[in-house]
């Protein structure tokens, strides 16, 4: 737990949790208003606590991540 941010780039493709079965990946927990008092970077994901979904930031706004 904590606020210390971590980011790093990614050139190709990166396995987190070496492969392993029970590897996750936890996002950084925001609501509407925290989410929206972050300087939102392109590509930054975070889990919105207010609508139990993740959200990404398009380089203008946050979006919605969806799965159609």
């Known amino acids: 737990t ?3 941010p971590i980011a ?3 050139t ?3 396995d987190i ?3 392993a079965a029970d590897a996750y990946i936890i996002f950084p927990r925001h609501n509407n208003t925290t989410r929206d008092a972050l ?3 392109a ?3 975070i889990y ?3 609508t139990n979904k993740l959200n990404y930031h398009n380089g203008s ?3 919605v991540v969806s799965v159609d």
């Open 43 to 45: 590509g930054m994901v």
């Open 48 to 50: 919105n606590t207010q």
């Open 8 to 10: 790093f780039a990614v």
């Open 17 to 19: 949790g070496g492969g």
């Open 2 to 4: 904590g606020s210390n």
């Open 61 to 63: 706004g946050w979006q």
């Open 39 to 41: 300087t939102g970077v």
């Open 12 to 14: 190709g493709s990166a």
